[in-house]
């Protein structure tokens, strides 16, 4: 027992300030992490109405998928709308013409979104920054006044109204309130979930060395056009389920799920909470929701109360709220360089992904 705790305490005595602060904030993550999801599990007992908590969970999700790809990835898209809206038809469409079971329906509009995010990606991953950007702002238009007219499968400018949400697993009835909130509680900590995990995975750890030093990244092998086209198709897949999600909460897909409004509300929400962080997109994102939902009284003075937030927080809060309050309390005060270094060979099953490193990976390797 005694060697027990003599060798815990020369660890910590010995541990570097990288390594405490890392602690710190794990720690910290791990108590809000807690915090949240029983605030989610007894929102609807504590006088949250289910309607707007579903709403602002569908688009923290859609805030989280985008952030992905901008604040790991340096990627930034003004096309997540096209991801989020395409998966919201399919998912109505389907359920409501095939009458598919709601599980099936999901799975399927997350699919059509990931194809979709293979097109998109292929065309704009070959351009770099502002570029990148007008691409895939292109695109989201393109399809937007194609579904305006495909009005076969859309509805045109009626959309797919009444969608049925079914029974999930032929067991659980949502139309009932309580079963259709928990079960968009749990898709969307699912979907935080894996988001978490790709971050913080082999795979999250070479999309970071690539945002912070690409030519670098080049140079050592790694296929870095094939590792942003995959974090393209993720962030994409995880919009969709998002638009599907919302297509059951609402039982309704309409043009304004592709509207590009959606892609720069979705960017204000990850700039407001913070970009590069777990959980600022979803902070960002009830605070836009809740922005939305009890000032809509205000009519159309409610998007100058939006542009009126953003910029006090880009000037105030240069890393958004959740970025101000690491800072405020010394939760995460190393840079991104320093705590993500560029890995210098691939894991044996991420290999797969990257293709094999040059043959000149270990000379350089042996030169760090």
Request: include cysteine.
């Amino acid at each position: 027992m005694m060697k027990l705790f003599t060798l815990s305490t020369l660890s910590k005595v010995g541990a570097s300030p990288s390594e405490l602060t890392e602690n710190r904030r794990r720690n910290a993550s791990m108590v809000l992490v807690g915090v949240l999801f029983l605030v989610g599990l007894i929102a609807p007992f504590i006088g949250l109405y289910p309607v707007f908590m579903m709403k602002a969970l569908c688009f923290a999700l859609l805030a989280a998928a985008f952030n992905l790809l901008f604040g790991y990835g340096g990627l930034l898209s003004f096309g997540h709308a096209s991801f989020f809206g395409t998966a919201a038809y399919v998912t109505g469409y389907t359920m409501k013409h095939w009458g598919i079971t709601p599980e099936v329906g999901i799975l399927t509009g997350t699919l059509a979104a990931a194809a979709l995010g293979v097109g998109f990606g292929w065309l704009s991953i070959r351009r770099q920054g502002i570029y990148f950007a007008m691409v895939t702002l292109a695109l989201a238009q393109m399809l937007y006044f194609f579904y305006l007219q495909f009005d076969g499968f859309t509805g045109g400018e009626d959309g797919i109204q009444a969608i049925p949400r079914g029974h999930l697993f032929g067991l659980i009835n949502l139309d009932h309130p309580l079963a259709m909130y928990y079960t968009v509680l749990a898709i969307c900590v699912g979907g935080f979930a894996l988001i978490y995990r790709i971050v913080h995975s082999p795979f999250g750890q070479v999309l970071k060395a690539i945002r912070e030093n690409e030519p670098r990244a080049i140079s050592l092998g790694y296929r870095v056009e094939r590792v942003k086209l995959l974090v393209f198709v993720l962030s994409a897949a995880l919009a969709g389920l998002a638009g599907a999600t919302k297509a059951l909460v609402f039982q309704l897909a309409t043009l304004n799920d592709v509207n590009w409004s959606v892609s720069g509300d979705v960017i204000l929400m990850t700039l407001v909470g913070g970009v590069g962080t777990l959980f600022g997109p979803i902070v960002g994102a009830f605070v836009l929701v809740i922005i939305s939902t009890y000032l809509a009284g205000f009519g159309s003075w409610v998007t100058m109360i939006e542009g009126a937030i953003f910029i006090i927080c880009v000037m105030s809060f240069r890393r958004g709220l959740c970025g101000w309050v690491a800072d405020r309390f010394q939760i995460n005060s190393v840079p991104l360089a320093a705590a993500d270094p560029l890995p210098v060979a691939s894991p044996a099953g991420f290999r797969r992904v990257l293709s094999e490193p040059l043959t000149s990976l270990k000379d350089a390797s042996h030169h760090e």
